[in-house]
Each structure stands twice: as structure tokens, then as C-alpha cells.
């Protein structure tokens, strides 16, 4: 195993996809990284006191700051006249970037700071029990929005974060999956060589939320990305890049591993409104090879 | 050389002598004339500062923490709702013990919503970790800029310190300020070196995760240094008062108080209203003398408590409420005055002045004739009857 800048040791839940991509992020970008970090389970589960698994400086602030926090250490870099040697990231969940801390990130993204962030979507609040997030799939079984005789799970489609952050006219955009670490590594390299603010949102399952065996992280990731339901793609300039899925499977395959959709695949409707969630992204991303 | 400048004008001035490297902050009103003279003086490159204009006072506050984090002076500034929008940073950021500096332009609290100055505003934070300073007078305000660098960023303090100064009557008014030269303040207060920040040479986590078998010895680590703190204060306005011949700060500062056989205990712009109060008094033989209340936090209680042994009755002029409650200054004047036993002196609490209602000479006057009458904890000054009556 090659040298990593996060540790192990840390207590992240068997086969959690954020601590694998955490590690995969902060091993591309290098030693000469700062990170700023919002609260949530890599906070948790990589800091506790006397303990750390950062092998760079890092620092962790609130729930929805991290953006600004970033803004703030790159200004102090700029005036210690270090900004173009050090990389700053600042980093947090799905909860902490869609919902809770969009406006420190728009902030951050609007005043073009060269910072990169990095969402990890899990697609619910794990760390305090799998609550739903803005980024929580259409119909997902999560604690506050569990299916019952009037509900059939979260009501509401994924907030689109990436064309969100790329509506503020920044220059680089991205979505990973943690099912293709060298993908992650490689969109990392790339935005840290760009100047100014850039974002990537990172899919990374979570065996405990999603109720998937924990043996089965990277295959579970993969399945998202190719039945359509987690497209990956890039802006750069504005210009989108495509990760074309090479043959398209149906949700079913990626639905039936995971405990969070149980209830859906007993309904023909239900399956049939995922079915089209996927569609619409491999037309809006267009998605499929040989078009 | 004097001056004669606008409060925030001033402020500014000596920030920008202060050198911060990072300046962040949000539009409030009565803040804004401090961060728009910055603004100016860094893009006139008078200032060498990055300045951050952010999307709320939460995000001023956490750029502040940021840039201070990479060990760089950092200065914001806000008031009223802002402060109250920053709390859960400015909490943060004194348990990260990082030495911001802020002034506050203490303003009322909505609902109703009101522009005008009293103290509700710090009394949100009081209990922050923060070093709260409290100034008379435009002179004194800028005095305590200078003083607040110097005392957060000792290496033993390590505390973020904030400037209150009343809004509008200090922010907006004018006075003749001895504004200390570049050359003066540079040698006063050296840049600030620390190693306790990011830095890729040697990288520490901050921020971390505290559970229940360390965090009790963390938060007291920040109570014994505001313990400590209370002779480092009067230490910092003794030198202060030897490099610039000027009283300005410390914990506490007293008026007539020798013979004084009744006293009001107050914070703020207040202050000069009640010594004009207080000369009325004594021209007509009254033994009467203020305590002023310097330095909130840490909270000089033994100070206090010696300053007002020798009186009988005391009338703790309060601009702020901690609504079902008292005062915020009564209720801790009372709590150093336990120390006195039996000699204790009768003790009064008294409101004024909230949502920027006048407190005029009278005002004080009149809290004067209730203090020798039966002891009060928390009575209103100035309250129109003909209005409450209305609402009846």
C-alpha cells in the first residue's frame, strides 16, 4: 500500500464509501492541502480527540461553514502571499452542502475563491440517523420519511447540486462515483489545476443507510452510475463532458441491493417513476455510448 | 495630534494601524461606516488586507475564523441581528481559541424590529468565551482596539476579544481622538506570530471532536484563563497608560467613588451621562459615584466588590434584559456583592435606555430618587404610562 494522508484507525463503519473517497481526494491532491471540513461522519468518525487520521493541516469549524471557513484560510494564504502552492478544500455531506451550508457554498462559489469543494453524497444525514437531505433520492426509505399507507418514502427528487454550483459560472464541475477511484483522483487533479472555485460531488454509498452489505460499497456505486441514476459527467467552462455508460441496466439492479427501496419493488408504479429519474438523466447528461 | 472624527471613522483608522491581513463583514446597520472606511482604505492600498465580502454575518464570522486559523490578524464588525446570526461561530470561534478581534455596535434586538442602540445584542454572547470590552467614548473605543490585539494574541491568552461600543452615539457621534501614529502602534503591537495555525510544515488538526472524558477540562482550560485574565487587564491598561498616557480600559474604572456613600454601576456611553448626573449630585452634597463596568468578560467581581464596600445603596443602570429575568449587569453585580455578607449594600436593578430611548441627565436623576427608596430588581425608567395604558 502506497503512503496515504489519511490514516487508518479511524472508526468509519465497515465499507463506508466516504472514508474511501476521503482517502482517495486528499491522496491526490497532496501534502500541500489544507482542508476545512463541516461537521458530519467524516468529522466524527476521522477527529476524535486526542485522535486524528489528517496527516495534512485541517481544520473543522460548524455543520455549514466550511465553505466560508475556506474562503477565510485562502484569504490568509493569499495575504501570506503561499496561495499558489497550497491547494485548499473544503469538504462536507450531502446534508451539510445542499441544505444546511448551500449559502456559505454559494458565497464561496459566487466570490470566486480558489478553493475546491467536495460533497460526499450519501444522500441522507447519516451521522445523527439516516434523516432525509436534499439530495435524498425520490422515494428512498429514510427515518423522516419512512413509506407508511400515505407515503412511499422521500416525496421529492434530488436537489441538482452540481448544476446548482455550475450555474454560478464557475470553471470546473464534477460528479464521481466511488465505484471508479481513479476517476475521483484524476477530477481531483484536474480542478486542483484550475484557479478559482470548483466543485465535485462524490457518490458514496453508505452500508448502513442504505442497508447494503458492507462487502458491497464499490459495486453498489457502480450500479447507480450505470443504470442512469447517478450520472457522471463534467463542466468545464460550462461544457458538458459525459461519462457514457456503455450498456444501461435497469433500476431494478441497482434498487433490489439495497434495503432503503424494499418497498418500492413490490409496486410496479413506483419502479416504473425511478425507471424514468434514470431516463431523464441519461438524456439530460446524455449518458448513452454510441449517440 | 487630536482629531475630530466620526466613531467609526476612527475605529477604522486604528484597525487599519492594527495591520489585520483578513477583513470580513456583512452590511448592518449602525456597523457599516467602520467596514466601508476598510473597504476604501484597502482598495486605495492603504491597507494590506484581504477583504471579504460575504453573504451573511455567519459567513463573517467564519471567514474571520478561517483566515485566523492560518495564523493571519483577521477584524470583522456587526451588530444587533448579525451578532445574533454569527452566535454559533462566535461560540466556535473562542473555544478554537482564536484571538479575532470584532467590534460589536451594540443595537436592539427585533421584534419589533429597531435600529437604535442599547446592549441587548452582547448579552446573546455573553457567555461566548469571548474578552468583552465595553467603551465610554470614541477615544476609548479606539484605545481598546489596540488593547484587544495585544491581549488576545498573548501566547498564555489566546481568546477572541470584542469591542462594544453603543451605537449611533458612539459609532455616529463625533469627538477630538488622539489617534496613535502607524510608528506608535506598530511598536505597541509587534505582527502576530503564532504556531498554533494550518501550516503544511507542520500540519495539527483543529476542531476536533471532544466526547464526554475531555471536554469538561477543555471548557474550564477557557474559564481559568479568563481568571487569569483578570490581572492581566489591568496590567495591559497600566502599560497602555504608560506608552500612551491615556486611561482606557482595564476592568473597571471609578468616579468620585472616595466618599461615595451610594453608587451606579454602568456600562458604555452611559457612563459620561452619569457623571454629569453625579457632579448635579454633588454640587448639592450628594456622596454619590459610578463604577464602570470596563470589562464584562472576564467579570471583575472582586473589583466590583471592593469598589462598592464602603456604599450603602448601589443602582445597576442595565441597557439590556434578560427578558423574565433582570438586568445582565444586576444579576452579576449582585452575585460579586455575596462576597460582601451582612455589608453587603442595598442593591437595585434599573432598565433604560432600550431601543435607543434617550438617556438623558434626567434619566439618571431619576433612577437616583428610587434608590433610596424600597429595593427594586428590575424597574423601568422612562416608560410612558399614557402608551401602556393604550395597549391595556
Redesign the interface.
Known amino acids: 500500500m502506497t503512503e496515504t494522508l489519511f490514516k487508518p484507525g479511524h472508526t468509519a463503519c465497515a465499507g463506508c464509501g466516504q472514508a474511501i473517497a476521503a482517502r482517495l481526494v486528499i491522496d491526490a491532491a497532496g501534502?500541500?492541502?489544507?482542508i476545512?471540513?463541516n461537521t458530519g461522519c467524516l468529522?466524527?468518525f476521522s477527529?476524535?480527540?486526542?485522535e486524528?487520521a489528517?496527516?495534512?493541516?485541517?481544520?473543522?469549524?460548524?455543520f455549514?461553514?466550511c465553505?466560508?471557513?475556506?474562503?477565510?484560510?485562502?484569504?490568509?494564504?493569499?495575504?501570506?502571499g503561499k496561495k499558489d502552492t497550497?491547494n485548499v478544500i473544503a469538504q462536507g455531506g450531502d446534508g451539510g452542502t445542499a441544505d444546511i451550508g448551500l449559502?456559505?457554498l454559494?458565497?464561496m462559489l459566487?466570490?470566486g475563491h480558489d478553493v475546491l469543494y467536495v460533497c460526499y453524497d450519501n444522500e441522507a444525514y447519516m451521522n445523527t440517523g439516516i434523516q432525509r437531505s436534499g439530495l435524498t433520492p425520490t422515494t428512498s426509505n429514510t427515518t423522516t420519511t419512512p413509506p407508511g399507507s400515505a407515503s412511499f418514502g422521500n416525496p421529492r427528487p434530488k436537489k441538482p447540486m452540481p448544476d446548482i454550483a455550475a450555474a454560478h459560472g464557475i470553471p470546473y464541475v464534477a460528479t464521481a462515483s466511488v465505484g471508479y477511484p481513479q476517476d475521483i483522483q484524476k477530477k481531483v487533479k484536474k480542478a486542483l489545476s484550475i484557479k478559482g472555485p470548483k466543485y465535485i460531488q462524490i457518490h458514496v454509498p453508505c452500508p448502513l443507510g442504505w442497508r447494503h452489505e458492507s462487502s458491497q460499497t464499490s459495486e453498489v456505486a457502480k450500479l447507480a452510475v450505470e443504470t442512469g441514476l447517478y450520472p457522471i459527467f463534467e463542466y468545464e467552462n460550462g461544457q458538458l463532458i459525459p461519462r457514457k455508460i456503455a450498456s444501461v441496466k435497469p433500476v431494478e439492479e441497482y434498487l433490489k441491493v439495497q434495503g432503503r427501496f424494499k418497498h418500492l419493488l413490490k409496486d410496479a408504479k413506483g419502479l416504473k417513476e425511478i425507471q424514468a429519474v434514470a431516463d431523464y438523466n441519461i438524456k439530460k447528461y446524455q449518458l448513452k455510448a454510441q449517440e | 495630534m487630536k482629531q475630530f472624527l466620526e466613531g467609526s471613522h476612527a475605529v477604522a483608522e486604528i484597525v487599519k494601524r492594527c495591520r489585520p491581513g483578513v477583513v470580513s463583514a456583512y452590511p448592518i446597520t449602525p456597523q457599516t461606516h467602520i467596514v466601508e472606511d476598510l473597504a476604501q482604505m484597502v482598495s486605495n492600498q492603504e491597507l494590506n488586507a484581504q477583504f471579504v465580502n460575504v453573504e451573511s454575518e455567519h459567513s463573517a464570522a467564519s471567514v474571520v475564523l478561517g483566515g485566523e486559523a492560518t495564523g493571519v490578524r483577521s477584524y470583522t464588525a456587526t451588530s444587533s441581528q448579525g451578532l445574533l446570526l454569527m452566535a454559533e461561530v462566535v461560540f466556535n470561534i473562542a473555544g478554537m481559541r482564536l484571538p479575532v478581534v470584532m467590534t460589536t455596535a451594540n443595537r436592539a434586538i427585533s421584534a419589533p424590529i429597531n435600529i437604535w442602540n442599547d446592549q441587548q445584542d452582547v448579552m446573546v454572547v455573553r457567555d461566548s468565551g469571548w474578552v468583552l470590552f465595553f467603551a465610554e467614548s470614541i477615544q476609548e473605543a479606539v484605545d481598546l482596539h489596540l488593547q484587544a490585539y495585544k491581549l488576545g494574541e498573548d501566547p498564555d491568552v489566546m481568546l477572541p476579544v470584542m469591542v462594544n461600543m453603543d451605537g449611533f452615539i458612539l459609532t455616529h457621534g463625533m469627538e477630538a481622538v488622539d489617534m496613535p501614529s502607524q510608528e506608535e502602534v506598530d511598536r505597541y503591537l509587534p505582527a502576530y506570530k503564532t504556531t498554533y495555525k494550518l501550516d503544511v510544515e507542520n500540519p495539527l488538526t483543529m476542531g476536533y471532536l471532544a466526547d464526554p472524558d475531555y471536554y469538561l477540562e477543555i471548557r474550564y482550560m477557557v474559564q481559568e484563563t479568563h481568571t487569569e485574565l483578570l490581572s492581566k487587564i489591568p496590567q495591559l491598561a497600566g502599560e497602555f497608560k504608560k506608552t500612551f498616557g491615556r486611561e482606557s480600559g482595564g476592568l473597571i474604572q471609578t468616579y468620585r467613588m472616595e466618599d461615595a456613600e451610594q453608587a451606579f454601576v454602568a456600562a458604555g456611553s452611559v457612563c459620561g451621562t452619569i457623571r454629569d448626573a453625579i457632579d448635579e449630585l454633588r454640587a448639592k452634597g450628594k456622596k454619590v459615584g459610578l463604577v464602570k463596568i470596563a470589562t464584562y468578560r472576564p467579570f471583575p467581581k472582586d473589583a466590583i466588590a471592593s469598589s462598592l464596600k464602603n456604599v450603602k445603596e448601589v443602582a445597576v443602570v442595565d441597557k439590556s434584559i434578560s427578558l423574565g429575568g433582570f438586568g445582565p449587569f444586576y444579576t452579576d453585580v449582585t452575585s460579586a456583592l455575596l462576597s460582601l455578607g451582612a455589608q453587603a449594600p442595598k442593591t437595585s436593578g434599573f432598565i433604560l435606555g432600550l431601543g435607543g430611548r434617550d438617556i438623558r441627565v434626567k434619566s439618571i436623576l431619576d433612577v437616583y430618587e428610587k434608590l433610596s427608596g424600597k429595593q427594586v430588581d428590575c424597574a423601568f425608567i422612562g416608560l410612558k404610562q399614557e402608551l401602556l395604558a393604550e395597549t391595556e
Open positions: 501534502k500541500n492541502t489544507m476545512a471540513n468529522e466524527v477527529t476524535k480527540y486526542p486524528s489528517w496527516c495534512v493541516p485541517w481544520i473543522h469549524s460548524l455549514e461553514n465553505a466560508a471557513v475556506a474562503s477565510g484560510i485562502e484569504s490568509g494564504l493569499k495575504y501570506l497550497i449559502q456559505a454559494s458565497g459566487e466570490r
